[in-house]
């Protein structure tokens, strides 16, 4: 089987950028080592925003920002045109801790948030905090239905979707890319993009030429309540609440250097209640549905590679957005196919380049 452009992974951000490059004409395949956005598409809590962006420098903010003004037409675009509704919800943020609140309400100042001080009754279900601020405009999505979505969406535009396909060997000769072993067959294709979150440098092998990415394990929590216990999202001491409109409440995450080992800790578990129920006391009362953790494309300053090889002129990346790939997916497609066919990018592509040995 020979394509225009073979992607190797099926997370949002190789489904996304499959959707973008058929849009442009091109017969566009997709493969995956298991179900197409099953591994940390899925693990996700879809709040579309870093957690603290002024944490964060200009790169991430830039293609995080670009997401974020993407994202509400992407999620009118995959509800009205697959009936698959991704959820997309302006609920807002409070952020609580320790962090700098000068520094902060300066860079929402610089790049346009709004941002006000929390009312009393937003405070007061809540521990006192040395900094809190109230982001209105921070949203989120319900990252499988966001999958779903995608998957249905690229069947639609004619993509190509190849499941359970473990690629076992990339084909180079003569300084590009000619195909991809796979324990099902052998599959071509004109130009290939590596998508494949913490698996790329393995999938790359000898190829992957000082490529930093690392899977990072994150937990997460699943808790029922009545719907409104919170009523927006609540980020404190780098863990956060994520409240669904049908009462199912987030709660995450871990940060753990664990390989690619996905299994759910007791650990974890005892951490994440004792947070939700430190943040917010009336979560005694909800009741755990579900544990479960992903492996996140793990990155120096949680930025992506966004690039062309330096070697094989045909082989690009997309890969390795860390703890924002939901936030940052609408801008990194959009970045990648412009690159690709040599039209002239949104984002200064720079920060996105090959890292360097």
């Known amino acids: 089987m020979r394509s225009d452009i073979l992607i190797l992974g099926g997370g949002i951000i190789g489904l996304l950028s499959a959707l973008n490059l058929a849009w442009a004409g091109l017969e566009v395949a997709v493969l995956d080592r298991g179900?197409?956005?099953?591994?940390?598409?899925?693990?996700?809590?879809?709040?579309?925003?870093?957690?603290?962006?002024?944490?964060?420098?200009?790169?991430?903010?830039?293609?995080?920002?670009?997401?974020?003004?993407?994202?509400?037409?992407?999620?009118?675009?995959?509800?009205?045109?697959?009936?698959?509704?991704?959820e997309y919800?302006?609920?807002?943020?409070?952020?609580?801790?320790?962090?700098?609140?000068?520094?902060?309400?300066?860079?929402?100042?610089?790049?346009?948030?709004?941002?006000?001080?929390p009312a009393p009754q937003q405070l007061a279900?809540?521990?006192?905090?040395?900094?809190?601020?109230?982001?209105?405009?921070?949203?989120?999505?319900?990252?499988?239905?966001v999958a779903r979505a995608l998957v249905a969406a690229c069947r639609q535009a004619g993509v190509r979707l190849l499941a359970h396909r473990v690629v076992t060997g990339l084909v180079v000769e003569n300084g590009r890319a000619?195909?991809?072993?796979?324990?099902?067959?052998?599959?071509?294709?004109?130009?290939?993009?590596?998508?494949?979150?913490?698996?790329?440098?393995?999938?790359?092998?000898?190829?992957?030429l000082g490529l930093h990415i690392v899977p990072v394990r994150g937990q997460i929590l699943l808790l029922r309540g009545p719907p409104g216990i919170p009523r927006h999202i609540v980020l404190r001491q780098g863990r956060y609440l994520v409240p669904r409109?049908?009462?199912?409440?987030?709660?995450?995450?871990?940060?753990?250097?664990?390989?690619?080992?996905?299994?759910?800790?007791?650990e974890a578990r005892l951490a994440l209640l004792d947070f939700a129920r430190g943040t917010l006391p009336a979560l005694h009362a909800c009741t755990v549905v579900l544990q479960w953790a992903g492996l996140r494309p793990g990155s120096p300053g949680n930025l992506p590679?966004?690039?062309?090889?330096?070697?094989l002129d045909n082989l690009f990346i997309n890969a390795g957005h860390f703890r924002y790939g939901v936030t940052m997916a609408p801008a990194a497609a959009e970045?990648?196919?412009?690159?690709m066919l040599a039209r002239p990018t949104t984002l200064d592509a720079l920060p996105y380049a090959w890292p360097r040995t």
Request: with cysteine.
């Open 305 to 311: 590679t966004i690039a062309r090889h330096p070697e």
């Open 178 to 208: 000619r195909a991809v072993h796979t324990q099902a067959g052998t599959l071509h294709a004109e130009r290939f993009v590596v998508c494949a979150g913490a698996w790329s440098p393995a999938l790359l092998g000898p190829h992957a």
């Open 125 to 145: 279900a809540f521990p006192p905090a040395s900094a809190a601020l109230w982001l209105p405009d921070v949203a989120q999505a319900r990252n499988p239905r």
């Open 245 to 266: 409109r049908d009462g199912l409440i987030l709660v995450g995450s871990t940060l753990e250097d664990a390989g690619f080992d996905k299994t759910p800790t007791p």
């Open 335 to 339: 970045l990648l196919v412009q690159l």
């Open 35 to 86: 179900e197409m956005g099953r591994e940390s598409t899925w693990a996700g809590a879809g709040i579309l925003s870093p957690l603290l962006p002024w944490d964060y420098g200009s790169g991430v903010n830039a293609l995080s920002e670009r997401g974020r003004a993407l994202w509400p037409a992407l999620a009118d675009f995959l509800g009205q045109g697959t009936g698959i509704d991704p």
């Open 89 to 117: 919800w302006r609920c807002g943020m409070l952020a609580l801790g320790d962090f700098d609140l000068t520094a902060a309400q300066a860079w929402c100042a610089a790049w346009g948030w709004r941002c006000e001080a």
